[in-house]
């Protein structure tokens, strides 16, 4: 690092499930570290992407989409979101195209409101409506709150990304940095595996089977050949949901495994060896131990 003067300052990335959160996430880093899925609540814990520009280091949290909670997970979700705008130096508010604005939204809009927390209104998926469409929904939006600023955007794309970068930069308070350099990201390398693996889940399966899987890596270890060896086991919540993700003669488990282990082979930049098992634990998303031991708890 140079001499010259520092920034540093930690943004929150909010909004409903499904608007594109992890995918901007991975945008502004410019690597992949949050997972990505087309069903909602994908993400259920704090996930903190690190970017480095010049002097200055963005923290941003991409956190699990506000909803509401039906079980013990959902409730530790949605407490990780209202978390995760107690103490920050900004708020993205992350929004599709739509000129409506939707009770959680609202819910999200009092609370930043109430915690003082400049926010910047993030119209994400332009790609998809026509320039002339976005007026009604910024009209929408700031009727109901004076946001710092408006930023139509294509995290898919790209689009708008490093403008976003410019805007966020204005409120970062001068500082140390809060990371080493050239770290992207604070979760460990196991848990962005296995988190890797249940982005797969996701993929390949239908409807609430992913919903009621996780993942817990039993084993991450590097040989001597610098090749690692990865012991995963699938936890689902019924013995139909097992044969489902096992498959017909393993089919869809290899399926599940080879895709994850393609995609954690580019994160870590080596060979893995992965096997994976499937276990059945009824009702796990209520039982309150369990959903700690899978690595989701409020610290």
């Keep these: 690092m140079s001499t010259q003067k520092t920034k540093a300052g930690m943004i929150a990335i909010v909004g409903r499930p499904n608007v594109g ?24 814990n704090r ?36 978390q995760s705008v107690s103490d920050v130096d900004a708020a993205l508010l992350l929004v599709e195209p739509i000129p ?20 910047v209104l993030v119209i994400n998926k332009i790609d998809t409506v026509k320039k002339e469409e976005l007026l009604a929904v910024i009209a929408a939006y700031t009727e109901l709150h004076s946001f710092a600023a408006v930023m139509p955007i294509s995290a898919r794309e790209g689009d708008g990304v490093k403008a976003l970068l410019d805007e966020v930069e204005g409120y970062l308070p001068e ?35 992913p919903h009621g899987t996780a993942v817990e890596l039993t084993k991450f270890s590097e040989r001597d050949d610098e090749v690692i060896e990865c012991d995963a086991t699938i936890y689902c919540e019924k013995e139909s949901h097992k044969g489902i993700i096992i498959g017909k003669k ?50």
Aim: proline share 4%; charged share 30%; glycine share 8%.
């Design 21 to 44: 959160k992890s995918t901007l996430t991975n945008a502004l880093v410019g690597e992949k570290i949050a997972i990505v899925s087309n069903k909602p609540q994908t993400t259920r």
């Design 47 to 82: 996930i903190c992407a690190v970017v480095d520009r010049g002097g200055s280091q963005f923290v941003f949290m991409d956190t699990p989409g506000l909803h509401k909670a039906r079980t013990r997970l959902g409730d530790y979700m949605v407490g990780v979101v209202r």
């Design 100 to 119: 409506h604005v939707g009770a959680p939204e609202e819910e999200l809009i009092k609370r930043l409101e109430a915690l003082k927390v400049p926010t």
């Design 175 to 209: 500082g140390p940095w809060l990371f080493p350099e050239g770290m992207t990201t604070d979760q460990p390398e196991r848990q962005v595996c296995g988190e890797i693996l249940r982005e797969k889940l996701l993929l390949c399966l239908d409807k609430e089977v």
């Design 250 to 299: 393993g089919a869809m488990l290899k399926k599940i495994s080879t895709l994850a282990r393609e995609d954690m082979e580019k994160f870590m930049g080596t060979k893995i060896y992965l096997q994976t098992w499937v276990k059945v634990k009824e009702n796990w998303r209520d039982n309150v131990n369990l959903i700690h031991n899978f690595g989701y708890r409020e610290d």
